[in-house]
């Protein structure tokens, strides 16, 4: 059988790939890297796959507004929370500033 060498697809530096006359194709070095070269091109077709229009996207999108409005709710009752909670330590420091003012008044 007579062999053809022909360079390399990927480049002079990998050295030259053999063929069969007739077939066009270089031997795989490995069974292993014929079988990547197949995952590979069924991975490459998947990196499409969420390209189109869907209905999904737009309920999702949906939901990511109401998610939004759910958030914008619960911080504005924490704010309310936390106003609530400056209220109550403005009235305790009150209170403890009329009781100091009132011993020191007794003192004096």
């Known amino acids: ?20 006359p007739g077939t066009g194709r270089s031997y ?3 069974p ?12 490459a077709g998947k990196l ?3 390209l189109g229009h ?9 939901n ?3 998610t939004y409005q759910k958030c914008l709710a619960m911080i504005d009752e924490i704010q309310k929370e ?6 109550e330590i403005d009235k305790e420091r009150a209170y403890d ?9 007794e003192k004096a």
């Open 1 to 20: 059988m007579v062999k053809d060498y022909k360079p390399s697809r990927r480049g002079a530096a990998r050295g030259t790939a053999i063929t069969k």
């Open 28 to 30: 795989a070095s490995s």
């Open 32 to 43: 292993c890297s014929a079988r990547s070269t197949v995952s590979r091109s069924k991975t």
């Open 48 to 50: 499409h796959k969420g």
């Open 54 to 62: 869907s209905i999904a996207k737009s309920a999702r999108k949906n």
């Open 64 to 66: 990511d507004e109401a």
């Open 82 to 87: 936390f106003q609530l909670a400056l209220k």
């Open 97 to 105: 500033s009329q009781s100091i003012q009132r011993l020191h008044a």
